[in-house]
């Protein structure tokens, strides 16, 4: 009896051990779908758009833009050749339609939430297109770098799209007082942001 009650026993430490195996891969598959799940939907795809500037005013003023979005911030990064050394204004412009000589077609700047111009990021107010100024060396080369939460790649906010705008480089400094555009000057160099 002491035979047949140790062998029970052991049969049903078996069946026990061989139900707990059986779960054991089912929990495992459940805790690594959640993972990918979790990592696929944390994952954040990187938008990037290039934009070649090309000269406008019968300037020599070219260069290349690179905006990149990730994690809702977007990335502006310019470097500008053929400029006269010195400050300079660039913006972003309503209409990524650089056609005209002048520059003029790509419309004035960007302003979707109707502020007075100004320096970004102040509390008086400022246009989305606001970028600002940024200083060319003796040799023509100037470059700019900003990043903000305030603009989006093709996101469809019209607050927010950059996508069917224009960067313009233009020939002067913005004084960020002037209405509706700071005084920069004529557009040397335009670029249309399209996707």
């Not at 070649?52 to 833009?65: E, V």
């Not at 470059?143 to 233009?170: N, P």
Request: with cysteine.
């Amino acid at each position: 009896m002491k035979n047949i009650a140790m062998t029970a026993l052991v049969v049903l430490a078996l069946v026990s051990c061989k139900n707990d195996k059986k779960e054991m891969p089912i929990q495992e598959n459940a805790e690594t779908t959640d993972v990918l799940v979790s990592d696929t939907t944390n994952a954040s795809a990187i938008k990037k758009i290039s934009v070649q500037l090309d000269a406008r005013s019968a300037s020599t003023a070219r260069g290349m833009a690179y905006l990149s979005e990730k994690d809702g911030s977007v990335v502006f990064e310019a470097k500008i050749t053929g400029l006269d050394p010195g400050m300079h204004a660039i913006h972003l412009h309503e209409k990524a339609d650089c056609s005209s000589v002048d520059g003029k077609s790509s419309g004035g700047h960007w302003n979707p939430t109707f502020q007075a111009h100004g320096k970004w990021g102040t509390a008086e107010g400022y246009h989305k297109g606001d970028i600002g100024n940024f200083e060319v060396n003796a040799n023509g080369i100037g470059s700019i770098r900003m990043r903000t939460d305030e603009w989006c790649i093709g996101c469809g906010d019209e607050e927010k799209d950059i996508v069917g705008k224009a960067i313009v480089v233009h020939q002067g400094e913005d004084d960020f007082k002037s209405q509706p555009s700071g005084a920069a000057g004529s557009r040397v160099s335009c670029g249309g942001i399209i996707k």
